[in-house]
């Protein structure tokens, strides 16, 4: 028991220790901190990758609309309500 008591006297490994206190719990760079701020970064890059494919597949179908005129005109007839002059246009909403 003497044996650690010693340790305890000396100057050196009680600054260390408090220091290594200090930087774990109180610092605002604490391992909780770091625990959360990786989580978030995991999070942020699944994020990432999901509209990175989103990203691709909205490319792909930009790609196809713009070579084919018929599939065009069919889009936007149904997403933006476009018509031709002689036609009427009916939207049934349904409950």
Do not use: C, H, P
Not at 21 to 44: E, H
Request: net charge positive; glycine share 2%.
């Amino acid at each position: 028991m003497n044996k650690y008591l010693k340790y305890t006297k000396n100057f050196y490994f009680v600054f260390t220790f408090l220091f290594i206190g200090w930087m774990l719990f109180i610092d605002t760079n604490d391992i909780v901190s770091q625990f959360t701020l990786q989580s978030k970064l995991r999070d942020l890059e699944r994020q990432k990758e999901y509209y990175e494919i989103r990203k691709e597949k909205i490319k792909a179908e930009r790609e196809e609309l713009l070579s084919n005129y018929e599939l065009l005109e069919k889009f936007a007839r149904e997403r933006y309500l476009m018509k031709r002059k002689t036609e009427d246009l009916y939207v049934i909403v349904q409950e």
